[in-house]
């Protein structure tokens, strides 16, 4: 299968997967094997579908690897976060009950451990972005990460046995519990977020107290190490988060190592989500959003982090078209985590845009790099970053 934003879609192209609703959650608009005609494609277009998968010879390979996306864990969580938040809605002490969260994210583990292919590619699928979303994908993004660092947790949670120090469980939860707080706060303010915080003043002040509501939230139905990575889940390396913690007469920056492992983590997800959604129902490629995290925002960030994520989010996702070094075009058909700028490809024919020829991987051909995502050059993805 191939992926084609909708602006590219012919008639005559056949769906791969169905088409999702962007507006209602779960309702399917088209199915599998639907042939395409104009009036659908603009109908889909006016609706804000951002992108189709549809049939392409050739690209078979691509198959399992964006099948592996639509795990059914991942609903599950989406269904426990929404509920936790509706639940605090209506109540002015919600009484959030942490086992099914607990057993959700335990399975979740085992579907990632047990699926070589279940690769992050957040700039391909997920596209709503509602808070619920959000909290899903950090959730997500946070176990994928923290499994990829275990020998950074055992490290940083040295007092705790290596099987215990490396059980991601708790961060899962944390993930989808982030937020939580926020049902605390005056409507008005609950659309704010890292990169859109309320101006300064008394509303910053009560927005900035969202991570302590959520910690008295949960603290009481939940293992301390869950707890402290929500309350500190916007804590900054650099020192410049919150909120203050308080020694005596006197309130102080945390930093560094001072923040816990599960937070830093947190920290990272969440702001790779919000990156990726800025810029409103088109969300930034991968590529474009390591590259912010890298440079722009790497001083807030633990950089032993940043620097582990390409090898668990594709620079170059699976299914994307890339414009190489030599003036030729391909479609990213694996992902090497071990040199993720160097994926493997699936070369195209200029004239009859078909697959030419066997995969090649990049990493054999050192002086053949991608210079062009999506037919934008790299260059103007860095330059243009929000």
């Not at 009036?39 to 964006?66: A, C, H, M, N, T």
């Not at 099914?100 to 590619?121: D, H």
């Not at 993930?175 to 609950?190: N, S, V």
């Amino acid at each position: 299968m191939l992926i084609v934003p909708i602006h590219e879609a012919r008639p005559g192209q056949k769906l791969a997967l169905g088409v999702m609703n962007p507006q209602v959650r779960d309702q399917e608009l088209l199915k599998a094997g639907f042939v395409l005609d104009q009036p659908i494609i603009d109908r889909l277009e006016s609706l804000g579908v951002i992108q189709i998968f549809v049939d392409f010879p050739g690209l078979d390979d691509l198959d399992p690897i964006i099948m592996a996306q639509l795990s059914p864990e991942r609903q599950v969580i989406y269904q426990q976060v929404k509920s936790a938040i509706v639940d605090s809605e209506k109540s002015n002490s919600p009484v959030i009950r942490l086992g099914p969260y607990v057993e959700t994210t335990r399975q979740f583990v085992k579907t990632i451990m047990g699926n070589p292919n279940n690769a992050m590619m957040l700039d391909v699928l997920n596209q709503s972005h509602d808070e619920v979303e959000h909290a899903t994908t950090v959730a997500h993004l946070s176990l994928v990460i923290g499994l990829k660092l275990d020998a950074f947790l055992i490290r940083e949670r040295s007092r705790l046995p290596a099987a215990v120090a490396k059980d991601v469980t708790p961060l899962g939860v944390a993930g989808m519990l982030h937020d939580i707080g926020k049902t605390r706060l005056p409507e008005p303010l609950r659309k704010y977020h890292t990169l859109n915080p309320p101006p300064p003043g008394d509303a910053r002040e009560l927005w900035e107290k969202h991570p302590q509501y959520g910690y008295e939230m949960i603290r009481n139905g939940t293992d301390a190490t869950t707890a402290a990575a929500v309350l500190h889940h916007h804590q900054r390396f650099d020192g410049s988060g919150f909120p203050k913690i308080s020694r005596g007469d006197s309130q102080i920056d945390m930093s560094g190592g001072q923040i816990h492992c599960f937070a830093r983590i947190l920290a990272v997800a969440d702001l790779y989500d919000r990156l990726s959604r800025s810029q409103g129902p088109v969300r930034l490629t991968n590529y474009r959003v390591l590259h912010l995290l890298k440079t722009r925002y790497l001083s807030g960030l633990d950089p032993e982090i940043v620097s582990a994520l390409p090898q668990v989010i594709p620079p170059f996702s699976p299914g994307r078209r890339v414009s190489l070094s030599d003036g030729s075009q391909g479609i990213v058909i694996g992902f090497n985590p071990y040199s993720p700028y160097q994926p493997t490809i699936k070369l195209l024919d200029p004239t009859t845009q078909t697959i030419q020829g066997p995969p090649l991987d990049l990493r054999q051909h050192p002086r053949l790099t991608i210079t062009g995502l999506e037919g934008v050059p790299l260059t103007e993805l860095e330059k243009n970053s929000p």
